[in-house]
Nanobody
């Protein structure tokens, strides 16, 4: 079982920056991949960015060049650095972790953190 706790969300003006964090209760060495998803009101949840255990990253086209996903293994923490924020980035951002044990895939979710981009 892995518990994920996000933090760092808030209100930011368009063009501003914000870094959100996701702390895992277990060593992220045991986690195959981690990702950030977001869901805006009235919209489906979408993948924002993901990172594997070896550091390979993937980004949604809408955030490429603006967002950076990273993981700090020593702190069991996943980050999402968001720059040049736009109003359309407003959403609840949730952390996801995938752990594989004995060939079985387990997915875990955090409770989410609200990011609001508005002047």
């Amino acid at each position: 079982q892995v518990q994920l706790v996000e933090s760092g969300g808030g209100l930011v003006q368009p063009g501003g920056s914000l870094r959100i964090s996701c702390e895992a209760s277990a060593s992220i060495f045991s986690i195959a991949s981690m990702a950030w998803y977001r869901q805006a009101p009235g919209k489906q949840r979408e993948l924002v960015a993901s990172i594997t255990s070896v550091g390979s990253t993937n980004y949604a086209d809408s955030v490429k060049g603006r967002f950076t996903i990273s993981r700090e293994n020593a702190k069991n923490t996943l980050y999402l650095q968001m720059n040049s924020l736009k109003p359309e980035d407003t959403a609840v951002y949730s952390c996801n972790a995938v752990q594989i044990r004995a060939g079985i895939r387990y997915a875990y979710w955090g409770q989410g953190t609200q990011v609001t981009v508005s002047s």
